[in-house]
């Protein structure tokens, strides 16, 4: 009887077993549909044992998995009863437990969100509230604030007067286009840590953060200036009465610095106490901005139709300091006659008019002018570009004076005189940071309801407005304002006003109160922005150096990072400057905007699939533009700044890159490697290289033991020695089974493999591969590295060790076959004999020789080689000797002269010997040995015959013995036939006797066999091989015995499968009483040249 299924949920159920208590949470439960309905469900209220077809325990507070709104999403996880109500996606059940079904997921994805968490009190983040600033408050008004700020109030009249209009207009215009780029969402270290890695983004987030520091003391400083200067003169603790020139500016320098130091105190403590208190200033700090512009603008209004009354005083075409003097004449007439005024006084030694009075005095007559004549009054065209040198005074325009040149400056406190030096460079260094606050909206980020619309459209309209405010502002002050007064930087000539001041309406208080906020307003800002960027990079981990800074108040106040940032900007306070701490930030801004913008092109030029900017304007040539502007802007500013700026970065690039935390952020620079890579690839396939540009590509064959350690760890020394020159590497293993049964082994392997290569320090890339045997898997190998045209020349593998034991036996025929590979795939072959004995990267050889013996030539493999073992300081102090062998007709002097001279064009060093070889008898332990190894090689070959292996030799000889099958002969196989797998490889081969007959098949069985090997004869081939083996061998020991290592031509093995055992045979003869031995097989190709 069929029956449905009724679900249960019992929820925040706790059950007890014999292990204890379970994890709480919520289980779902099939159950019979009639245990739900009428009896049954009275059963089940009086039951404590219920039968249940399917029940899904969900986990509640238990550990829970990853928080990813992608895989293993705990949300998910609830909504497994909806994915196991129905049998329509049953096809799917062994993919719910990791991957949940789209339904239960759109919800998550639609929330999700990778900005990072923005400047929240810890009282905020506890409710949970949802971001919800949006385009005015949270990106436009912000970097408004930022971006009006000291260097409006402060200098922007001072560089409309020392630059020209035009030459300012060109100043802003080229800064304004400078920082117009368009942002992603997120934080500018966010975006360049994720565009451009963890290295390029920890070393210019910590530029900008930097940069965001000084401009802190920028504006600390613009706000004392403002107190000591403007609002309250008689404050300053190093009175500047009657000090002159260098006195004068170093009380002032000095004054800075005290009260820098207690303002940044003072605003250390607020940003300590919270961070609440500075965003409820903030609206008021942007207010007083608001205001002070304002009132800038209907001063200038106001200037069209009544100008403001603000004398100047000049004295020839001099502009006089206008403090301790009431009247703007030398003389004034009054009742009693002519009377000298307090100018007279300051200029000569006595009231009286016979007094002796200074040259330019005398000579130059006393003008007051109108300071302000008004924006109609047409003096904008005598507003030309001008440069300034430190300790000259300011002529004024249309002011004609007499003077001496040869003459000294005298009386210099009497006037108005430039403080520094200027010149258009230095002017767009100090006007730069006034533009540097757009990053004021994506730095918030994380408040902001929708940061990929509010971002883009907030800071473009706030670039928008300032830079219209800004143009507007030089060609404005340029029309109102008379150029003495412009170039009066602390207004000294009108009554120690404050410049801009004088135009505002109605009355100078608005701006001077007004910057007086904004620059604190500004200054706090950037103590609270500075300090969790510090704190998001410590974070991070990606600089070891920095992580203490990651820890703050247990509400996340980042108290270490404020700590560090206040001594930052102490330094900068004690610089003392204002004109000198702005192009220091000039730079660390620049050269963050210049990443930026670099970022942005970056991801566009490589199509990069995440990269979809929602802006529709975008295009990469913007970005490109302003990188290109930045770096201009740079070393404009200042070169030797940017210089500095550059090795500061560099030197945290290379110290994240040596000593940083691994990072994987999917950055543009992993992109641009790849299309990198893929076009060198491309041009790889164009041909092959030219031998001048031949290097030993190797690959490396290990073998692994059962716990997947390498049994040849002196295989990859020996590698990190060959690779001096450089090129490809590739380490590779074999593993027997199949790929499905054997990953995680596989996989262990390959870990294994790195870290091998990461202790030899061997730079390249290891694989592995299974397959049903290592002899298919190790030819896998050889056929499959390497990608188009960088693929592997050249094979390293290891002698087989214990080949003479009968258990070896697979492994010295899979060496044979992979000999033969090697040469039909025109590979070069090294083989080193006695890999254990070979010295380690850590040992070092102080004298010995390296013997090369070329017996035969192989496209130049054993020249080459020892050239590049000699690059690596194991084997730099060992010489290089090459030996040839002459036979009876050649000619051995004539063959010496000719290698020296082989020599000498490849520029190898060497000592050459020529070993003469006369033609002898063979000796009779010659055939003693030939005839114990084909006794041997019989012997093994009964011994190792496997179960199959013997019931096909039994098979073979019934039919051999069987009349009544002619159809299927009795013959010896091919090699064709022969050249089986491994595990079912049938040796059917056997020695033929002198006489040419074949021998009988051996049997295993019949005691013939076994007297028919001890009664066979030597091969005369097998004798002859066997004799020029134990030659050599004689001659290299005489010669080698104490050499370092031996290099010498690996025999090629027989065409045929007959004499495989044989073959290994003649290389151990060749090779014996050697401590290291390098066997090597050309590839059939040359690799050296004469031509560099």
Known sequence: MAHGCGI????????????????RGSAICCLPQEMLEGEGANEMAHSTTLKVDVCLFLPGDSNPKESSPFINS?????????QYDGKNMALFEEEMDTSPMVSSLLSSLANYSNLPQGSKEHEEAENNEAPQLGTLMGVYLPCIQNIFGVILFLRMTWLVGIGGVIGTFVIVFMCCTTVSVVHSSGGSYYMISRSLGPEFGGAVGICFYLGTTYAGAMYILGAIELLLIYIVPKAAIFPLEGLEGAEAEAALLNNMRVYGTILLTSMATVVFVGVKYVNKLAL??????????????????????????????????????????????????????????QLWQMFCDSPFLNATCDKYFVANNVTEIQGIPGVTSGILITCLETTMTKGTSFPGAKMESVEDQDDPLTNANRYVLADITSFFTLLVGIYFPSV???????????????????????????????????????????ACIEGVVLRDKFGEGVHGNLVIGTLAWPSPWVIVIGSFFSTCGAGLQSLTGAPRLMQAIAKDGIVPALRIFGHGKANGEPTWSLLLTACICESGILIASLDSVAPILSMFFLMCYMFVNLACALQTLLRTPNWRPRFKFYHWTLSFLGMSLCLTLMFLCSW????????????IYKYIEFAGAEKEWGDGIRGLSLSAARYALMRLEEGPPHTKNWRPQLLVLVSTDAEQSVEQPRLLSLTNQLKAGKGLTIVGTALGGTFLNNYEQAQRAEQALRKLMETEKVKGFCQVTVSSNLRDATS????????????????????????KQGDE???????????????????????????????????????GHIDVWWI?????????????????????????????VAQMDDNSIQMKKDLTTFLYHLRIDAMVEVVEMHDSDISAYTYEKTLVMEQRSQMLKQINLTKNEREREVQLIHDNTTPASPATPATPLTPGEGAQSPGEQVQMTWTEKCDGEPAKPPGAATPEGIKDIFNMKPNHSNVRRMHTALRLNEVIVKKSSEAKLVLLNMPGPPRNRTGDENYMEFLEVLTEGLNRVLLVRGGGREVITIYS
């Open 8 to 23: 249960l949920a019992i929820n925040n159920s706790v059950s007890q077993s014999k292990t204890g208590p379970r994890a």
């Open 74 to 82: 705990s949300d998910a996880a609830t909504e497994k009863t909806q």
């Open 284 to 341: 008021v700090f942007l207010a007083c901005v608001i205001l002070s512009i304002l009132a800038v603008y209907a001063g200038v209004i106001k200037t069209a139709m009544d100008p403001p009354v603000f004398p100047v005083c000049v004295l020839g075409n001099r502009t006089l300091v206008w403090k301790t003097f009431d009247v703007c004449a030398k003389t004034i007439e009054t009742a009693n006659g002519t009377v000298t005024t």
């Open 436 to 478: 540097t606050g757009i990053m004021a909206g994506s730095n918030r980020s994380g408040d902001l309801r929708d940061a990929q619309k509010s971002i883009p459209i907030g800071t473009i309209a706030a670039i928008t407005t300032t830079s219209t405010v800004y143009m507007s502002s030089v060609v404005l002050f340029g």
């Open 640 to 651: 030797y700044y940017a210089i500095v700026a550059m090795v500061i970065a560099g030197s």
């Open 780 to 803: 896998h190998l050889l056929q499959a590295s390497g990608l188009g045209g960088l693929k592997h020349n050249a094979v390293l593998v290891s002698w087989p060790r214990n080949w």
């Open 809 to 847: 036996h697979q492994h010295w025929r899979n060496f044979i076959e992979l000999v033969r590979e090697t040469t039909v795939a025109n590979l070069a072959l090294l083989v080193p004999k006695n890999i254990a004995a070979f010295p380690s990267n850590g040992e070092r050889f102080t004298e």
């Open 856 to 884: 035969v030539h192989d496209g130049g493999m054993l020249m080459l080689l020892p050239f590049l073992l000699r690059q690596h300081k194991v084997w730099r102090k060992c010489k290089m000797r090459i030996f040839t």
